[in-house]
């Protein structure tokens, strides 16, 4: 049965299997399948160019795709994580807290910054009747046009 696999498989196998696996990473949302299929890709690559015996295609498509799925879980995923809350709709501001970078008391008009973007933006025009300093904490109370009603934490 090696002797056959030895004999039958080629270069372009591989580099088939690579593609079927990454194409169903669409059915599979982890992104595993496309890291093993890289890996497929790759040893069909080094199959082109080398001589390798199917058992040694094997190991090295295991160990490429052990590599690529460590490295994917323990970087791709940390990059892969929202920032930002830009898909959410405006109602969910209500009860964002926000830091105040900039208010005018007399006016009851100022400006804050969320930590992460809220539908766009990180920093937004608020009113609020609460007498407010350079880095108070407030929370959004109701949406008026563009500005958002805020209250002193």
């Given at each position: ?111 804050v910054k969320f930590s992460v973007p809220i539908v ?16 108070d904490r407030v929370s959004v109370t109701k949406i ?10």
């Amino acid at each position: 049965m090696i002797n056959w696999l030895n004999s039958h498989i080629h270069y372009w196998h591989w580099i088939v299997f690579g593609l079927i696996l990454a194409a169903s990473e669409i059915f599979v949302p982890s992104f595993v399948f496309l890291w093993i299929g890289i890996s497929a890709v790759i040893v069909g690559i080094t199959l082109s160019a080398v001589v390798l015996t199917f058992n040694t295609q094997l190991i090295l498509w295991m160990v490429l795709s052990i590599i690529c799925l460590v490295t994917w879980f323990k970087y791709g995923t940390k990059i892969m994580q929202t920032r930002s809350l830009s898909g959410m709709a405006l109602e969910e501001l209500i009860g964002q807290s926000a830091t105040v970078v900039a208010f005018n008391n007399e006016t009851g008009h100022g400006r804050v910054k969320f930590s992460v973007p809220i539908v766009g933006s990180e920093q937004w025009d608020i009113i609020c009747e609460d007498q407010l300093v350079l880095g108070d904490r407030v929370s959004v109370t109701k949406i008026l046009g563009n500005k958002l009603l805020a209250k002193k934490h």
